[in-house]
């Protein structure tokens, strides 16, 4: 399969539409903003692990909630 299909299709694995959070019904929908999307290509699901796009990105968004955690008034729930 070609780039369009991989872009269209997903990794083999997890179809585009669902990891993306989307569903037919808008009920089962997750509604993730733009900003909390990241699409990688050429990339099958278990290579995710290995793709410093992929780190970078999540950093990006921990340190972003990290960020906001800390200006909350709210605690934040810890394990013992």
Request: with cysteine.
């Amino acid at each position: 399969p070609g780039r369009l299909h991989r872009a269209v299709v997903g990794d083999g694995l997890v179809p585009l539409a669902s990891a993306l959070g989307e569903h037919s019904n808008p009920a089962l929908a997750l509604h993730l903003p733009a900003s909390h999307r990241h699409i990688v290509s050429a990339c099958g699901h278990l290579d995710l692990l290995g793709r410093a796009e992929v780190g970078e990105q999540l950093s990006i968004w921990l340190s972003a909630h990290e960020q906001r955690r800390a200006t909350d008034d709210v605690p934040c729930a810890t394990t013992q």
